[in-house]
Antibody, heavy 120, light 107 residues
Framework: QVQLQESGPGLVKPSGTLSLTCVVS?????????WTWVRQPPGKGLEWIGE???????NYNPSLKSRVTISVDKSKNQFSLKLSSVTAADTAVYYC?????????????WGQGTLVTVSS | DIQMTQSPSTLSASVGDRVTITCRAS??????LAWYQQKPGKAPKLLIY???SLESGVPSSFSGSGSGTEFTLTITSLQPDDFATYYC?????????FGQGTKLEIK
């Protein structure tokens, strides 16, 4: 059973860079799946941030593309999210997720989520 | 971007009721639609993929239908555990987008 676990600072200063890691267990980061980040501001809906394949290919939400970098570390079986120039609007619970071949780009496995607050 | 619009935003129902949630896409997405259930403080849980395929382990009281721009999620005989927020998500084209959510409340 694939398990995902997000980690990273829970507090980031405005204009700083948000950095999160998603550690994968029970499966290989090199499997034929896209690895995804989704976020949810407190009390609001879900927003797709972007995704990465183990080859390093990425797709980003255009609304965030200028500030987002998603990378993969095969040696550690994990992938990461960096979001630069953050503001209070980036305060959210950040989830990492992965689908299965049968589910296409809908996500079967999710991390528990980590709250990142942008505040001075 | 493809806009996903759910209705209603809030739905009050009783245990044992049958309920339907609608999701409309701003353009055709064929059958590339998923439904998720989310409870407070928890990650979303996939219920339905490709518009009508039931995810493993999800009760058969959940069903999805539709294609093109209009989709529905139906729950027959509501159980106490079903009261949650439900989201649709299109996976037809980038950027993937979600509906705003439907909160299913106990009447």
């Amino acid at each position: 059973q694939v398990q995902l676990q997000e980690s990273g600072p829970g507090l980031v200063k405005p204009s700083g860079t948000l950095s999160l890691t998603c550690v994968v267990s029970g499966g290989s980061i090199s499997s034929s799946n896209w690895w995804t980040w989704v976020r949810q501001p407190p009390g609001k809906g879900l927003e797709w941030i972007g995704e990465i394949y183990h080859s390093g290919s990425t797709n980003y939400n255009p609304s965030l593309k200028s500030r987002v970098t998603i990378s993969v570390d095969k040696s550690k079986n994990q992938f990461s999210l960096k979001l630069s120039s953050v503001t209070a609007a980036d305060t959210a619970v950040y989830y990492c997720a992965r689908g299965e071949e049968y589910s296409s780009s809908s996500w079967v496995y999710w991390g528990q989520g980590t709250l990142v607050t942008v505040s001075s | 971007d493809i806009q996903m619009t759910q209705s209603p935003s809030t739905l009050s129902a009783s245990v044992g009721d049958r309920v339907t949630i609608t999701c409309r896409a701003s353009q055709s997405i064929s059958s590339w639609l998923a439904w998720y259930q989310q409870k407070p403080g928890k990650a979303p849980k996939l219920l339905i993929y490709k518009a009508s395929s039931l995810e493993s382990g999800v009760p058969s009281s959940f069903s999805g239908s539709g294609s093109g721009t209009e989709f529905t999620l139906t729950i027959t005989s509501l159980q106490p555990d079903d009261f949650a927020t439900y989201y649709c998500q299109q996976c037809d084209s980038y950027p993937y987008t979600f509906g705003q959510g439907t909160k299913l409340e106990i009447k």
